[in-house]
């Protein structure tokens, strides 16, 4: 049975009405299919109003980077592509298309789906890897869960955690590299 009182005494915020939220996560650089997909979803999205006459907005978790293969499998030192980069403006026109009608929210997710020098370790043990950065960078859902976390050192199990120094500058790139990218925080 719900008690009332401890119900009522929660400080969670309470909304009047019923909302849906849709969430997504992992658009960054990729295919330039994911502009296409976006501009999709943005024209679903436009297509419905509520009560009010405010369309449903999608939260688009974004990622800023992918890790440019060939060149790590060239020269064995870390490099990124970035969303921000001429090959992938569709996918940052796309996104902006759907802030500016409302229908997206943007969310910064990280500068990468891992830590860089987690990439290059398990690079050197598991030549999977090395196959994932010649095709399929921008899938970082494929890599191994372990690597997966942008905030743990994983270059040997079990994990650790990253220096605090470095997170710190880590962050503050991220945050200028999306302001960089869309305009805003």
């Not at 929660?10 to 969430?23: G, H």
């Not at 290059?120 to 010649?134: C, H, N, P």
């Amino acid at each position: 049975m719900l008690d009332l009182a401890r119900f009522n005494a929660l400080k969670a915020p309470l909304l009047e009405s019923p909302v849906l939220i849709i969430e997504s996560d992992d658009w960054g650089p990729g295919p330039q299919e994911h502009a296409e997909v976006l501009e999709g979803i943005h024209a679903l999205l436009r297509r419905f109003r509520d009560d009010s006459g405010s369309h449903p907005v999608m939260t688009i978790g974004v990622i800023l980077s992918i890790p440019d293969g060939q060149v790590i499998l060239k020269r064995g030192d870390y490099r990124a592509r970035y969303l921000d980069e001429a090959e992938y403006r569709p996918i940052v026109d796309s996104l902006l298309a759907g802030m500016e009608e409302g229908v997206f929210d943007l969310q910064l997710h990280g500068l990468a789906h891992y830590w860089p020098e987690n990439l290059l370790e398990a690079m050197t043990r598991d030549e999977s890897i090395g196959k994932w950065l010649q095709h399929d960078s921008w899938r970082t859902e494929t890599l191994p869960s372990w690597l997966q976390s942008r905030w743990i050192d994983a270059r040997s199990l079990p994990s650790h955690p990253l220096p605090p120094e470095k997170i710190v500058g880590a962050v503050r790139e991220e945050v200028d590299r999306f302001k960089q990218c869309f305009g805003h925080d």
